[in-house]
């Protein structure tokens, strides 16, 4: 499973757009990259997958460039309650296999007023 | 999206004694769930991926004897720890994959906090 590095924490003020970069140099070809939130004492809550290019939902955007060795998730306009850790995991899409993907360390994403 | 539950969401238990924790997909039907631990202040560390009808597969460095996982239907894993100690204190947490979809997109339940006294 590909690894992945990320700063470990971020602070940013509400009304704020928020990127969090993460590194995954030995991406494999089938690999996605999915991002989660965890609020403390909850199970982590997806945010958003893509595999290459652009990806972007209702709460976020995910930019992936050509070499797909890193990614960067975009919180437009954050708010208090989107202070979280944040983590960024990589491993295989459709037809891959039921893997249980690998959690680094995160992002501690601090949100003040 | 899916929902994943469990249960209890918190436990104390003696030292010496055993502690279940359910994981359940309360609207589709899960053939994999994954059990993780996550220590105060640390990341999600995977413990085994439970496979419905057949063993689990562990980890490294996961007790098989002393976490016991069992996932006998489509919508119900569970997990024992046996004979828990003060150590075993944690934060467990299951998640499913829905078939089909992208593996990496994981739902997770509550998470389960365990205090061993």
């Known amino acids: 499973l590909a690894k992945t590095t990320q700063p470990i924490s971020m602070d940013s003020y509400e009304g704020q757009e928020v990127n969090i970069t993460c590194s995954h140099n030995?991406?494999?070809?089938?690999?996605?990259i999915t991002w989660y939130q965890q609020f403390p004492s909850q199970g982590p809550r997806f945010i958003i997958q893509g595999y290459k290019t652009k990806v972007t939902n209702e709460v976020a955007s995910l930019f992936i460039p050509a070499d797909r060795k890193s990614s960067t998730l975009s919180l437009p306009r954050v708010s208090l309650s989107d202070t979280a850790v944040y983590y960024c995991?990589?491993?295989?899409?459709?037809?891959?296999?039921?893997?249980?993907?690998?959690f680094g360390k995160g992002t501690h994403l601090i949100i003040q007023p | 999206g899916a929902v994943v539950s469990q249960h209890p969401s918190r436990v104390i238990c003696k030292s010496g004694t055993s502690v279940k924790i359910e994981c359940r997909s309360l609207d589709f039907q899960a053939t994999t769930m994954f059990w993780y631990r996550q220590f105060p202040k640390q990341s999600l560390m995977l413990m085994a991926t439970s496979n419905e009808g057949s063993k689990a597969t562990y980890e490294q460095g996961v007790e098989k004897d002393k976490f016991l996982i069992n996932h006998a239907s489509l919508t119900l894993s569970t997990l024992t720890v046996t004979s828990a100690h003060p150590e075993d204190s944690s934060f467990y947490i299951c998640s499913a994959t829905l078939g089909g979809g992208p593996v990496g997109e994981l739902f997770f339940g509550e998470g389960s906090r365990l205090t061993v006294l």
């Open positions: 030995n991406i494999a070809t089938n690999d996605y």
């Open positions: 995991l990589v491993g295989a899409g459709p037809g891959g296999g039921a893997d249980g993907l690998t």
